[in-house]
C-alpha cells in the first residue's frame, strides 16, 4: 500500500507534462507564417509557398540585338514639287473663285477667273503686231525683189529687213505674255478677244488657302490659292548636332502624332540626311517616307520620332524583372532554395518588352536571375529592412 502514493504522484506529473506528440504540428505551422527574413541589406529569404504564391519564375540573361535610339521632333511635310502657289502674272480684279480650302482639284483646272482692262490692251497689241508682221514681210518681199533687179537702194532693203525682225521679236514677246496669263492663242488667232483671264492649278492636289474674294484687287506678288499634293507625304525631322553622327539612310524610324490622342506606333524610313546645319538652330533635317504609305495624316501635323540607329547583342530581360529605383536599376539573382540576392545594374535600350542590361557587378551568363516577381521580392525585402530597425 505505501507505493500507491508514489503510483499516483507519477500519474498526476505525466498528465501535467508536454503532449510531445503535438510538437511537429506546431512547428510547422509557425514556420509556414514566419514573414520573409532579410539576411543581408540586398539578401532576402521567402518561404516555398510565397515563391508559389507570388509566380516568382528564373533563368538566365537572353542574349538579343538591341537598337539605341536617337530622339527627335519635327512634322509631317510634302516635297516642295507638291507644294503650289498660284499667283497672278498680271494684277486684275477678282471675277470669280472656283474652289474652296479641302477641295481636290485636277492639274490644269480653274480655281479663280480674273479680270482687267490691261488684258484687253495686251490682246490689242498682239494682232495689232501680227498684222504688222505680215504687212512687212511683204516689203521685205518687195525690197528683195527691187534688189535684185538692182531697182531699189541698198538701204531700203536693210530697213525693211531690221523693221521686220524687230516686229517678229515683239509679236513673239506678246504672244510669251498672254500664254503666261492662259489665254488661248488658238481662239486669239480667230480674232476672239477675252475680258478676263483664269488662274490655273499646276498639280493635282487639295486645296490648303483660299486668299481672295471676288472684287478684290489683287497683285503679281500675292499668293492667292495654295495647293498641296499628298501623293507623296514624308517626315521632316530635327535632329541635334550630337546626334546626327548616328543617323544614316535605311534606318528605321517609329513615330507618334500627339494631337491623334493615341499612343499608335506609326512607322518610316531615314532616305536622306541634311548636309549643313539650320540657321535658328543646331540641328539638321533628316527626311524619312512612310512605310506604310497613309491617307489618315495631315502635312504640319507635330510628331515624335525615335530613330532607331543602330543594333548590337545585349544581355537582356524583361522589363518586370527590373525594378527601378533612380538613378540606378535592381534586377535578383537566385543564391539558394527560396533564397535570392539584388544587385545593382544599368538600363540600356527597350524593346517588345525587353530591356538591354549592364550589370554593375560580375553576373555570369549561368547565374540564375528572377525574370517575374522581382517587385514582390522588393517589397519582401523592404519589410524585412523595416523590422530590423
Not at 482687267?116 to 525690197?143: C, G, M, N, T
Not at 533635317?285 to 502635312?299: F, G, K, M, T, Y
Amino acid at each position: 500500500m505505501k507505493y500507491i502514493p508514489y503510483v499516483l504522484l507519477s500519474s498526476l506529473l505525466a498528465a501535467c507534462g508536454p503532449n510531445t506528440s503535438d510538437q511537429p504540428a506546431a512547428a510547422t505551422a509557425s514556420e509556414a507564417a514566419a514573414p520573409a527574413t532579410a539576411v543581408s541589406p540586398d539578401e532576402v529569404r521567402i518561404s516555398p509557398a510565397q515563391v508559389q504564391a507570388a509566380g516568382v519564375e528564373t533563368g538566365a540573361f537572353e542574349w538579343k540585338n538591341m537598337t539605341t535610339d536617337v530622339q527627335a521632333n519635327g512634322s509631317i511635310d510634302v516635297p516642295p514639287q507638291n507644294r503650289a502657289s498660284v499667283s497672278a502674272v498680271m494684277g486684275g480684279y477678282v471675277q470669280s473663285v472656283a474652289v474652296l480650302p479641302g477641295q481636290q482639284v485636277a492639274r490644269g483646272s480653274v480655281v479663280a477667273v480674273l479680270r482687267h482692262p490691261d488684258y484687253l490692251k495686251l490682246q490689242q497689241d498682239y494682232l495689232q503686231s501680227k498684222a504688222r508682221v505680215i504687212f512687212l514681210q511683204k516689203e521685205l518681199q518687195r525690197q528683195q525683189i527691187l534688189d535684185a533687179e538692182d531697182v531699189g537702194a541698198k538701204r531700203k532693203l536693210q530697213q525693211a529687213q531690221s523693221e521686220y525682225a524687230s516686229e517678229q521679236a515683239t509679236l513673239r514677246a506678246t504672244a510669251a505674255q498672254l500664254r503666261m496669263l492662259g489665254l488661248s492663242m488658238s481662239r486669239l488667232d480667230k480674232g476672239e478677244i477675252s475680258p478676263t483671264v483664269p488662274l490655273v492649278s499646276p498639280i493635282k492636289g487639295y486645296v490648303k488657302t483660299v486668299n481672295i474674294n471676288p472684287g478684290q484687287f489683287v497683285n503679281p506678288q500675292d499668293v492667292l490659292v495654295e495647293i498641296v499634293d499628298r501623293s507623296d507625304l514624308h517626315l521632316e525631322l530635327k535632329v541635334f548636332e550630337r546626334d546626327i553622327a548616328r543617323v544614316k539612310n535605311g534606318q528605321r524610324i517609329l513615330f507618334k502624332i500627339p494631337s491623334r490622342g493615341s499612343n499608335e506606333d506609326m512607322g518610316a524610313r531615314v532616305f536622306l540626311v541634311g548636309k549643313a546645319f539650320n540657321d535658328d538652330a543646331r540641328t539638321v533635317s533628316v527626311h524619312a517616307h512612310l512605310e506604310p504609305e497613309r491617307d489618315d495624316v495631315l502635312p504640319g501635323q507635330y510628331v515624335s520620332a525615335h530613330i532607331q540607329t543602330a543594333g548590337a547583342r545585349q544581355r537582356t530581360l524583361p522589363e518586370d524583372a527590373v525594378i527601378q529605383a533612380g538613378e540606378f536599376s535592381y534586377i535578383f539573382a537566385q543564391t539558394g532554395p527560396a533564397a535570392y540576392r539584388r544587385y545593382k545594374v544599368q538600363t540600356g535600350a527597350t524593346e517588345n518588352g525587353d530591356v538591354a542590361i549592364i550589370p554593375l557587378e560580375q553576373l555570369p551568363d549561368t547565374t540564375r536571375l528572377v525574370r517575374h516577381g522581382a517587385y514582390f521580392l522588393d517589397a519582401e525585402l523592404k519589410k524585412g529592412q523595416d523590422a530590423e530597425e
